[in-house]
């Protein structure tokens, strides 16, 4: 069609085709299924293998163990995609898993969830600012923000573990039933479908895309990026504050130093996993949510069969390597 | 020493004689087709021209023939032998070079390194900066371009970078070089000074294939014009056969009439929708200008002579030390970009790739960017809305799209740039800043963006172009400001708007300029 063709054609003739060229539709959708041909296969054979897999409460039971991964992970995907990264998830988290813990203990179940979730905004927005008004380089300053969260975790339970009982009106939080389903994974299913639509279907997320993609140009067409850049550090560390709530109801208690860089790492593995490019500017919250349970999946699957979980970091580093390769690859097919 | 002795490297592979044959060469991408049995030969010694419409399949056929593409169908062959290149590394040894359309600069590296990229291992692993340096001192000197070369190539201009990958490709012994649209960041001297490189580079029994939209360019310099028009050859022509006439009836397959459109001067009582008054920033000394409803102000100068710097002023992405902004009365404020355009400014920004275009994301992610508060509610973007507010932009601006959800980095470098014309326009700016608007875009489309231009001025929104290209300003403009060293010099208006006035004026005191810059 040459461009003369084209000022004739009728107004709706360039959007007909917007289900994109077969190629780039295959790659799309190959992209997708990335992550998810893998998760169903490693389903199919975890319930052939193993008799207890399938069983509602097993199942149950890895979702629930997952729904402060799974909060944290969606948010760190909007932080990836905008061009950032947040290791300081693994010790905001162990620090409001111990505000939470501490108010709780003295019965203050409604400011114990509070407090946690605006002591993980508050260190988001900080991470944010750091990044985008210092300049400094979000790797860096999230591991620097990293060892002062963790010591001021340390600070306020003095190292101490903090033991709730289970008749408190806070244990509820994350365990109350609906549906035979406790709410911890209620409630993180709805945080990842909302972070999911902020990402795919709002002007927000666009701006979040723009700003990771590149951020020069998305400047100059009226993005404000470093407000974009800010705001999904505080959701991200929102999510660190819901998960530490969410986990001190749901296991009773907290210690300052749950979370750390295992945490973050494995949120990261699974975001990467996910098929989300370290490098930002594209990414999809729905495909870590399935990246993080992959990875839960290879933990439960491991335990199940007895095997040594020496070989479970061994595969998930090998699998990780294949992710980003993957990525790689799909990238240079682009070009 | 001057440009017309441009002297073979000592180790060149002289191997006149040797014809480069395209023979029925097709390429499809995802079963779209780009190039469709295209054939053409290219005699050693000789400047073969390719020409055609934004898409026509220039630049893929180039890559093609430097190994960067496979074709799907066809051969290429260099004196009988048939090449099945894999690489741009393959097509380096068998001495063919290529200057991008896409600049590939490095821009952590210096110029110097930047140029002898990938052909430093002779240097058994070190680079020797200084044997580099003395390499890199001749080289410039034959070519004739000024440059240090211990800049940063990312501080550079476009025009500066373009610089380095024309320098690059020449520190290459190559018997075939291929230059996609190598003119079209560079000023008027430098690109004489490229035009001599070319006729040389011809005269040493080398071939040189070239891809470029100036038409009177294309007639002055090629032996052979090849056209193509939607993956095909159309003809080949020698260029003593060939006007602009008959060149662009064979791109378009109509005629085009007047390159530009009549001019509607705005009535002299019309309000001023943007003044600006001492303004200075950085590359920018002291600047005063007024736009009136429906006038078109054209800005000429040299590249560097403070023209794109004071339109990023302008529109507050650089930070301004002085002077004020007013938009339609108001003053504009210095909350940056977003402000401006929230406010009725919009700027085309001069570089596509680097300041403007998410190449990795979809065309229509790409248009709605800056207005998706007008296919929004709440925050929540309508696939219908905005798919139909683009695909109409996209008409408007002429722009060659498959789908609207293609990746930017799939079009043709014509239709890229008419992305961002789309997404300005979809700003409905009272006043528009375009720096260089219609860098890289084919004849045909060219008039299709004035039109739009002067369409939109008549409707009352003020214009600013920028452009290299003095006729394009001076086709279009209604009065022409000349910029020298971050200042405006002159103001031409009327029967004073002429070539000689502009050039008189961007060019006094250069040399003392150019003392400085080195
Ligand atoms: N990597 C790619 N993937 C898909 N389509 C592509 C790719 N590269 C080019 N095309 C398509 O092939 C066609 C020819 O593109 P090409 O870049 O060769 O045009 P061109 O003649 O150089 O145009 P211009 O004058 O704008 O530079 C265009 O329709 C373009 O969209
Ligand atoms: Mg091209």
């Keep these: 069609m040459s461009a003369t063709d084209q000022l004739e054609a009728p107004p709706g003739g360039v959007g007909r085709g917007d289900s994109g060229g077969p190629m780039t539709r295959l790659l799309k959708s190959w992209r997708l299924a990335g992550i998810f041909i893998p998760f169903v296969i490693l389903f199919v054979v975890l319930s052939i293998a193993s008799a207890p897999f399938l069983h509602t409460a097993n199942l149950i039971n890895i979702l629930d163990q997952q729904a402060s991964y799974l909060d944290i992970a969606a948010a760190g995907t909007l932080v990836l995609v905008a061009g950032g990264i947040d290791l300081s998830v693994g010790a905001t988290y162990g620090l409001t898993t111990v505000i939470a813990g501490e108010l709780a203990l003295h019965g203050q179940p409604v400011l114990a969830i509070v407090l946690a979730v605006a002591a993980g905004l508050l260190v988001g927005l900080v991470n944010g600012l750091i990044v985008t008004v210092l300049r400094i380089n979000p790797l860096i300053a999230t591991l620097a923000t990293s060892f002062v969260i963790a010591g001021a975790a340390l600070k306020v339970t003095s190292g101490n573990l903090v033991v709730l009982s289970a008749t408190s009106s806070f244990f509820r939080f994350a365990n109350a039933q609906f549906l035979t389903i406790p709410s911890a994974v209620w409630m993180s299913a709805a945080f990842v479908a909302v972070l999911a639509l902020l990402l795919a279907r709002t002007t927000f997320g666009r701006h979040v895309v723009a700003a990771g993609g590149n951020a020069e140009a998305a400047r100059l067409a009226g993005v404000r990026v470093n407000l974009i850049r800010v705001v999904t550090f505080v959701i991200s560390g929102g999510a660190a504050g819901l998960g530490g709530a969410i986990d001190t109801s749901r296991l009773l208690s907290a210690q300052a130093g749950s979370g750390g860089s295992q945490l973050a790492f494995t949120v990261l593995a699974g975001i990467v996993v996910g098929g989300t490019s370290i490098a930002g500017g594209e990414g999809s919250v729905v495909r870590t949510a399935i990246g993080v349970l992959f990875i839960a999946l290879i933990g439960n699957g491991f335990n199940l069969l007895g095997v040594d979980p020496l070989y479970q970091q061994i595969v998930l580093g090998l699998l990780l390597i294949a992710a980003v390769a993957l990525d790689v690859w799909a990238r240079r097919r682009r070009r | ?518």
């Design chain 2, 1 to 518: 020493m001057t440009t017309g002795t441009f002297e073979d490297p000592p180790r060149a592979a002289r191997t006149p004689g040797d014809d480069l044959v395209v023979a029925g060469v097709s390429k499809r991408f995802g079963g779209v087709p780009a190039l469709l049995d295209v054939s053409l030969t290219v005699r050693a010694g000789t400047v073969h021209a390719l020409i055609g419409e934004n898409g026509a399949g220039k630049s893929t056929l180039g890559k093609i023939i430097s190994g960067v593409l496979t074709p799907d169908e066809g051969s290429v062959s260099l004196g009988g032998e048939e090449l099945a290149l894999r690489s741009p590394r393959d097509a380096l040894a068998k001495g063919i070079v290529t200057i991008a359309q896409e600049l590939a600069i490095v821009p952590g590296l210096t110029v110097a390194e930047n140029v002898y990229l990938g052909a430093e291992a002779q240097h058994v692993g070190f680079v020797r900066r200084r044997e580099a340096r003395r390499r890199f001192r001749e080289l410039a000197e034959r070519v004739g371009f000024r440059l240090s070369p211990d800049w940063l190539a990312g501080q550079l201009t476009t025009a500066d970078q373009q610089k380095v990958e024309i320098m690059r490709a020449l520190s290459r012994d190559a018997s075939i070089v291929i230059m996609d649209e190598p003119t079209a960041a560079l000023a008027e001297h430098e690109t004489s000074a490229l035009h001599a490189i070319i006729r040389s580079l011809a005269r040493q029994g080398k071939s040189v294939i070239l891809v470029s939209h100036f038409l009177s360019e294309v007639l002055a310099l090629a032996d052979e014009i090849t056209t193509l028009r939607d993956g095909r050859v159309i003809r080949s022509v020698a260029a003593t056969d060939a006007t602009e006439e008959t060149l662009i009836e064979g791109m378009l397959g109509r005629s085009l009439g007047a390159a530009f459109p009549e001019k509607t001067p705005p009535p002299a009582d019309a309000e001023v929708v943007l003044s600006v008054e001492g303004l200075v920033a950085p590359g920018v000394r002291d600047c005063s200008l007024e736009v009136r409803r429906g006038e078109i102000v054209g800005i000429a100068g040299l590249v560097g002579a403070g023209r794109s710097e004071l339109a990023r002023a302008i529109f507050r992405d650089t930070r301004v030390q002085r002077g004020s902004v007013r938009l339609a009365g108001r003053d504009l404020g210095g909350r940056g970009p977003h402000h401006s355009i929230e406010r009725g400014l919009a700027l085309i920004p001069e570089s596509r790739k680097e300041m403007g275009l998410l190449v990795g994301r979809s065309v229509k992610e790409n248009v709605s960017l800056s207005r998706l508060d007008l296919v929004s509610r709440l925050g929540w973007v309508s696939g219908t809305r905005e798919r139909r507010a683009v695909a109409s932009l996209l008409q408007r601006t002429t722009v060659k799209v498959t789908s609207l959800r293609q990746t930017v980095s799939m079009l043709s470098g014509g239709n890229q740039q008419k992305i961002l014309f789309a997404r300005a326009v979809m700003c409905g700016p009272r006043v528009l800043l375009a720096d260089e608007p219609t860098r890289g875009v084919d004849v045909g489309s060219k008039r299709a963006i004035y039109d739009l231009i002067v369409e939109m001025a008549r409707e009352g929104m003020g214009v600013v172009v920028i452009s290299s290209e003095l006729e394009e300003v001076l086709g279009l403009a209604h009065r022409v400001l000349v910029m020298r060293q971050g200042r405006i010099v002159a103001e031409l208006e009327g029967a004073a708007m002429n070539q000689q006035a502009v050039l008189a004026a961007a060019f006094s005191e250069t040399s003392d300029n150019e003392h400085q810059g080195v």
